[in-house]
């Protein structure tokens, strides 16, 4: 069993960063794949950022790339969202996902907000 809890949200305005953290527990966090998603009003779920079991491969929908960077620290048990120069449309809440390979998403956070505001 693995849970999650993020944190990091809140309200920042355009041009600003923020850092996004989950916390994992559980002995299987270092064999997991970790992802971001992110759900804003109205719209469905979708992928942000994932990285793999060893922090050696990272993807990013094209909306992020070159703005957020997904990395993980295996001591801390921890995966983060570094968001740079975010825009507007960044609006949503962020959720923080665990499973055994990219797209077995097995386990969820509660999510956490982020506004940006223009």
């Known amino acids: 069993q693995v849970q999650l809890v993020e944190s990091g949200g809140g309200l920042v305005q355009a041009g600003g960063s923020l850092r996004l953290s989950c916390a994992a527990s559980?002995?299987?966090?270092?064999?997991?794949?970790m992802g971001w998603f992110r759900q804003a009003p109205g719209k469905e779920r979708e992928f942000a950022a994932a990285?793999?079991?060893?922090?050696?491969?990272?993807y990013y929908t094209d909306s992020v790339k070159g703005r957020f960077t997904i990395s993980r620290d295996g001591a801390k048990n921890t995966v983060y969202l570094q968001m740079n120069s975010l825009k507007p449309e960044d609006t949503a809440v962020y959720y923080c996902?665990?499973?055994?390979?990219?797209?077995?998403?097995?386990?969820w956070g509660q999510g956490t907000q982020v506004t940006v505001s223009s």
């Open positions: 996902a665990a499973g055994p390979a990219f797209g077995q998403w097995n386990y």
């Open positions: 559980g002995r299987t966090f270092r064999t997991y794949a």
């Open positions: 990285i793999s079991w060893s922090g050696g491969s990272t």
